[in-house]
C-alpha cells in the first residue's frame, strides 16, 4: 500500500513539472497581480517632530500592542512628559497610542478629521497621524486642490487624480515607515474636513474606487492648474519617460486668470532674490515646448530653481519670454505649474462642455485605464 501511494505521488510530481517546463517561469511572477488584497487605507502625517497640541474628541485609547488603555472625552493638551507621551498630565508607556473615535471626530488644534489618530514618540518628539479610508482622504483633498465651485465631473476628474496619487504613494512611494503622505503640496493638501462639501462629497461617492492604472498597477499621474494651450511630456520637464505623460493641445482652459500672465520685475529686486550683482541680462533655452532654462548674464540656471529663486507665484510656469524696458524685465508667460499630466483648468473648461470624468482623463493621458480597484 506505501508503495503504490508512493509511486501516485512521484506521478503527481512528474506531472507538475512536466506542464511547467513548457512555460516561463519568470513571467508567470510578472503577471501575479501585486495590488491584489490591497486594503484602501491611508496614513497622513499630519504633524512631525511637535512638541506639544491641542486634542478634542470622545475616543477610546489603544497602546502599540492593541491593549485598551482607557478613553478620552473632551478637550486635552498632548506633549511629551519624561520621555513618554502625555495625554493632560496622564503618561503612556507605550511608543504609540491609538484615539478611536466613538460618537464624534477627533480634533487636532482648529481642524476635525476622520478616521483614527496615532501619536507616536520618536526621539524626545511627537508625530501625529491620520489613519483613514482613501475615500475620506480624497473627501479632504479635492476643495483643496480644485476650485469649489467648478462642475461635477471635473470634482469626479480630481477625485481620481487624488485617490490614483494616494494609491500609488502607498503602494510604491511611501513618505517613511510610519505615513505614506505629507498633508501639504509634498504630496497633496490634506486638512481634514476643512473643505468638504456636497458636491465633493458626490464626486468621491460616484467615483468610489476608481483608479488609473496600466495593468494591476495605479500610474503615477501629475496635475497642473493650467497649461495655457499645450501640455508638456515628463521626457521633456523630466527627461524621464513616462508613456501616459505625452504632450496633448488643450483648447479647454482659457478661462483661468493665468492662461496669459505678465509681470515687471526691476534688475534690482532680481540681483536681490539671486543674491548676485545687478542682472544686465537675461535670455531663455527652451526645449519643445517650454523654458529648460535661463541664462542670467553669463549664468546658466534650471528654470524651476529660477522660479522658485524669483517666486512661484511671480514666474507662474516654465512656459514664458523675457524682454527689457528700461531697468526692468518683462516676464510673459502662457499657464500656471509644471504643464504635465492633466490641466485642471481644462479639465473645468470639459467638464462645462458636458464631457464625463472618464473622457477628460482619458483626453490628458495616454494608454490608460479607470478601474475599481476595490
Given at each position: 500500500?506505501?508503495?503504490?501511494?508512493?509511486?501516485?505521488?512521484?506521478?503527481?510530481?512528474?506531472?507538475?513539472?512536466?506542464?511547467?517546463?513548457?512555460?516561463?517561469?519568470?513571467?508567470?511572477?510578472?503577471?501575479?497581480?501585486?495590488?491584489?488584497?490591497?486594503?484602501?487605507?491611508?496614513?497622513?502625517?499630519?504633524?512631525v517632530d511637535t512638541d506639544s497640541f491641542p486634542l478634542e474628541g470622545d475616543a477610546e485609547i489603544f497602546t502599540k500592542n492593541g491593549k485598551n488603555a482607557g478613553s478620552i472625552q473632551g478637550k486635552y493638551t498632548v506633549s511629551v512628559s519624561k520621555g513618554k507621551?502625555?495625554v493632560s498630565g496622564r503618561t503612556f508607556n507605550s511608543e504609540m497610542i491609538k484615539l478611536t473615535p466613538k460618537f464624534m471626530l477627533i480634533k487636532i488644534g482648529q481642524r476635525m478629521f476622520r478616521g483614527e489618530i496615532e501619536i507616536w514618540l520618536r526621539n524626545?518628539?511627537?508625530?501625529?497621524?491620520?489613519?483613514?479610508?482613501?475615500?475620506?482622504?480624497?473627501?479632504?483633498?479635492?476643495?483643496?486642490?480644485?476650485?469649489?465651485?467648478?462642475?461635477?465631473?471635473?470634482?469626479?476628474?480630481?477625485?481620481?487624480?487624488?485617490?490614483?496619487?494616494?494609491?500609488?504613494?502607498?503602494?510604491?512611494?511611501?513618505?517613511?515607515?510610519?505615513?505614506?503622505?505629507?498633508?501639504?503640496?509634498?504630496?497633496?493638501?490634506?486638512?481634514?474636513?476643512?473643505?468638504?462639501?456636497?458636491?465633493?462629497?458626490?464626486?468621491?461617492?460616484?467615483?468610489?474606487?476608481?483608479?488609473?492604472?496600466?495593468?494591476?498597477?495605479?500610474?503615477?499621474?501629475?496635475?497642473?492648474?493650467?497649461?495655457?494651450?499645450?501640455?508638456?511630456?515628463?521626457?521633456?520637464?523630466?527627461?524621464?519617460?513616462?508613456?501616459?505623460?505625452?504632450?496633448?493641445?488643450?483648447?479647454?482652459?482659457?478661462?483661468?486668470?493665468?492662461?496669459?500672465?505678465?509681470?515687471?520685475?526691476?534688475?534690482?529686486?532680481?540681483?536681490?532674490?539671486?543674491?548676485?550683482?545687478?542682472?544686465?541680462?537675461?535670455?531663455?533655452?527652451?526645449?519643445?515646448?517650454?523654458?529648460?532654462?535661463?541664462?542670467?548674464?553669463?549664468?546658466?540656471?534650471?528654470?524651476?530653481?529660477?522660479?522658485?529663486?524669483?517666486?512661484?507665484?511671480?514666474?507662474?510656469?516654465?512656459?514664458?519670454?523675457?524682454?527689457?524696458?528700461?531697468?526692468?524685465?518683462?516676464?510673459?508667460?502662457?499657464?500656471?505649474?509644471?504643464?504635465?499630466?492633466?490641466?485642471?483648468?481644462?479639465?473645468?473648461?470639459?467638464?462645462?462642455?458636458?464631457?464625463?470624468?472618464?473622457?477628460?482623463?482619458?483626453?490628458?493621458?495616454?494608454?490608460?485605464?479607470?478601474?475599481?480597484?476595490?
Amino acid at each position: 500500500m506505501l508503495k503504490l501511494l508512493n509511486r501516485i505521488i512521484l506521478f503527481s510530481l512528474l506531472i507538475v513539472s512536466f506542464s511547467l517546463s513548457g512555460q516561463n517561469i519568470e513571467e508567470l511572477l510578472k503577471n501575479e497581480n501585486p495590488a491584489e488584497g490591497f486594503k484602501p487605507f491611508l496614513k497622513i502625517g499630519i504633524k512631525v517632530d511637535t512638541d506639544s497640541f491641542p486634542l478634542e474628541g470622545d475616543a477610546e485609547i489603544f497602546t502599540k500592542n492593541g491593549k485598551n488603555a482607557g478613553s478620552i472625552q473632551g478637550k486635552y493638551t498632548v506633549s511629551v512628559s519624561k520621555g513618554k507621551i502625555s495625554v493632560s498630565g496622564r503618561t503612556f508607556n507605550s511608543e504609540m497610542i491609538k484615539l478611536t473615535p466613538k460618537f464624534m471626530l477627533i480634533k487636532i488644534g482648529q481642524r476635525m478629521f476622520r478616521g483614527e489618530i496615532e501619536i507616536w514618540l520618536r526621539n524626545g518628539k511627537l508625530t501625529v497621524i491620520n489613519d483613514l479610508n482613501i475615500e475620506d482622504y480624497v473627501r479632504g483633498v479635492i476643495n483643496k486642490e480644485a476650485i469649489p465651485s467648478w462642475p461635477l465631473e471635473a470634482k469626479k476628474t480630481q477625485a481620481v487624480l487624488a485617490r490614483t496619487f494616494a494609491v500609488y504613494q502607498k503602494m510604491f512611494n511611501p513618505r517613511n515607515e510610519l505615513f505614506d503622505l505629507a498633508p501639504s503640496v509634498l504630496d497633496q493638501v490634506y486638512d481634514g474636513l476643512d473643505k468638504e462639501d456636497v458636491t465633493s462629497n458626490k464626486a468621491v461617492d460616484e467615483t468610489k474606487g476608481e483608479v488609473i492604472t496600466k495593468g494591476h498597477n495605479a500610474v503615477k499621474i501629475y496635475f497642473h492648474s493650467t497649461c495655457g494651450g499645450m501640455t508638456s511630456s515628463s521626457s521633456e520637464i523630466w527627461k524621464k519617460d513616462e508613456p501616459h505623460l505625452k504632450s496633448v493641445k488643450c483648447p479647454y482652459c482659457k478661462k483661468s486668470s493665468l492662461y496669459r500672465w505678465k509681470r515687471s520685475i526691476s534688475s534690482k529686486a532680481i540681483s536681490d532674490k539671486l543674491n548676485v550683482r545687478k542682472v544686465k541680462s537675461i535670455k531663455t533655452i527652451r526645449s519643445e515646448t517650454r523654458v529648460e532654462s535661463v541664462m542670467i548674464d553669463s549664468k546658466k540656471i534650471p528654470v524651476n530653481k529660477f522660479r522658485e529663486l524669483v517666486g512661484f507665484s511671480v514666474i507662474w510656469s516654465n512656459d514664458f519670454t523675457v524682454s527689457k524696458s528700461g531697468s526692468n524685465f518683462i516676464f510673459e508667460g502662457k499657464g500656471a505649474g509644471h504643464g504635465v499630466g492633466v490641466c485642471q483648468w481644462g479639465m473645468a473648461g470639459m467638464a462645462a462642455e458636458g464631457k464625463a470624468h472618464k473622457e477628460i482623463i482619458n483626453f490628458y493621458l495616454t494608454g490608460i485605464e479607470i478601474r475599481k480597484m476595490y
